[in-house]
């Protein structure tokens, strides 16, 4: 479950709001002046959330290193190109169902 509070309230709330992400396995929103400003998660996923940042940024830089001769432009419109396929073909598919 996830729970949104204010930063005060979590301040005032601290040592439930522990118990609840460390034996519920819950998270918590903290927000500021009404926007979330930071979360709070148990940190056996936060390990899972730091790796699966570590894999991305790895797969980023192949990609980088992958298309580093192709102009910007060529690649910007080879990514629009597949986008509008795959949503010609989600719209395909769905028509079809």
Same mark, same amino acid.
């Not at 060529?74 to 073909?89: C, F, N, P, Q, S």
């Given at each position: 479950?996830?729970?949104?509070? %204010? &930063? ?18 819950? %998270? ?9 400003? &930071?979360?709070?998660?148990? &940190? ?47 719209? %395909?598919?769905?028509?079809? %169902?």
């Amino acid at each position: 479950m996830i729970t949104e509070i %204010s &930063a005060v309230t979590f301040r005032q709330n601290l040592g439930e709001m522990l118990n609840q992400v460390q034996y519920r396995h819950d %998270s918590v929103i903290i927000n500021k002046d009404g926007r979330p400003v &930071a979360a709070l998660v148990d &940190a056996q996923l936060f390990g899972r959330i730091r790796r699966l940042q570590n894999r991305f940024d790895a797969l980023c830089q192949r990609i980088e290193v992958g298309f580093a001769d192709v102009p910007e432009a060529e690649g910007l419109a080879e990514i629009e190109a597949a986008i509008e396929l795959e949503r010609a073909l989600a719209i %395909s598919s769905a028509k079809e %169902s």
